[in-house]
């Protein structure tokens, strides 16, 4: 495929956490990979538990959600991840709200993947794509040690582009709530967000209320698709810092 296939770049946004010496060196080498295959980007610091602002979306958070137990979880190290998980949260939720102001479909990036490709010669998805299928069960992500989800992603006849989560996907939203059920994606460490599906993200996170980032992102809330073979993947140290700061 030449150059001259490919669709129009749309912009990709860096998300790391400024001053972190691990994540600052991944950053860096997703922004040498990003340079490498011509993508266009930005950098942006991303939300942590001390620049976190509530205020920036002041709903409840989702009834029996893990967001809210958390917040009210007797052991200190789980209590202390709610304002964690708010954090990664509210990057995402921010970064809809840019993708309506540009008024254009954008991409989002995590600190720790590589771009491996040229931008994705895909039609514009409709409302969510996820980006690193390839990635997201394969170590050092969680997702590996679930051998029901390794075996899905093995095992599925992936078809070539965009695709929706099929029947069979595994990865369901699992808290007694009214999303119980529903396909989740399987990370966020990459993926394109149009300006309908910013929107209807936005509309619905206001209407049932926060919650884990990763856990937001499902049919429920997001028709979700992803892009097969995937144009980005895991560099090989994960700073998993949405469990740590």
Request: overall charge negative; aromatic content about 12%; charged content about 25%.
């Amino acid at each position: 495929m030449s150059v001259e296939d490919w669709l129009p770049q749309m912009l990709s946004r860096v998300i790391y956490v400024k001053g972190n010496e691990l994540s600052e060196k991944c950053k860096n080498e997703l922004i040498e990979s990003l340079e490498k295959y011509n993508w266009e980007y930005e950098v942006v610091e991303g939300i942590t538990p001390s620049t976190l602002n509530e205020s920036d979306f002041p709903w409840d958070d989702l009834p029996n959600g893990r967001l809210e137990s958390m917040k009210s979880h007797t052991n200190p190290e789980e209590k202390r991840k709610y304002k964690t998980k708010k954090s990664c949260l509210f990057n995402n939720l921010k970064f809809a709200q840019d993708v309506i102001k540009r008024n254009e479909s954008m991409i989002f990036l995590e600190h720790d993947v590589l771009v491996t490709s040229p931008t994705p010669s895909i039609e514009e998805p409709e409302y969510f794509c996820f980006l690193n299928i390839d990635g997201a069960f394969k170590k050092p992500n969680v997702l590996a040690n679930y051998p029901e989800l390794v075996k899905w992603y093995t095992d599925n006849n992936h078809k070539l582009g965009v695709q929706d989560f099929p029947s069979s996907y595994p990865l369901r939203y699992y808290k007694d709530n009214e999303w119980k059920g529903e396909c989740m994606t399987p990370g966020l460490s990459g993926y394109i967000l149009t300006v309908k599906g910013s929107k209807r993200l936005l509309e619905n996170v206001e209407r049932y209320g926060l919650e884990q980032g990763d856990f937001t992102f499902n049919n429920k809330v997001i028709p979700m698709q992803y892009i097969y073979p995937s144009p980005l993947k895991f560099q090989n140290i994960n700073p998993n810092l949405s469990h740590k700061l």
